[in-house]
């Protein structure tokens, strides 16, 4: 197996113990909605590093939703329609995470969470498929 593939098997499985976290505590009232889009945030991340990796697509250390898309989007490997707004979640890996926005994010979190679910399912399918 390739060091890429196996870096991006890996990042697949660090993706879904953000997702694990998020099945816990998604309907908690006790966890905050910026705390919950961090963990989105961070399982895209990873996704989209998995799916960069299985493309042997070099990427910077970033936590930019939107520039690793569109690393993928010149190496050929646009995301489909439905995760276009998928960079929305970049904030809540930065901003959000280390600064008072002056009030809480609102999140739709059940969204927020179908959207990485979705992309997890693209890159799963990528990942296979790239041998």
Known sequence: MSKLREQALML????????SLLDEVL???????DIVGFHCQQAAEKLLKALLSS?????????SLR??????ADAGQGLPAQLGNLDMLTPYGTVFRYEDPGGEPALDRSAALAMVRSLREHVVQDVRETR
Not at 13 to 18: G, I, L, Q
Not at 27 to 33: E, G, Y
Not at 67 to 72: C, G, K, S, V, W
């Open 12 to 19: 697949v499985r660090k993706a879904d113990a953000d997702l």
């Open 27 to 33: 309907h908690s009232a006790r966890v905050t909605d």
């Open 55 to 63: 493309r042997s697509v070099a990427f910077p250390r970033t936590h």
């Open 67 to 72: 520039h690793l898309m569109d690393l993928l």
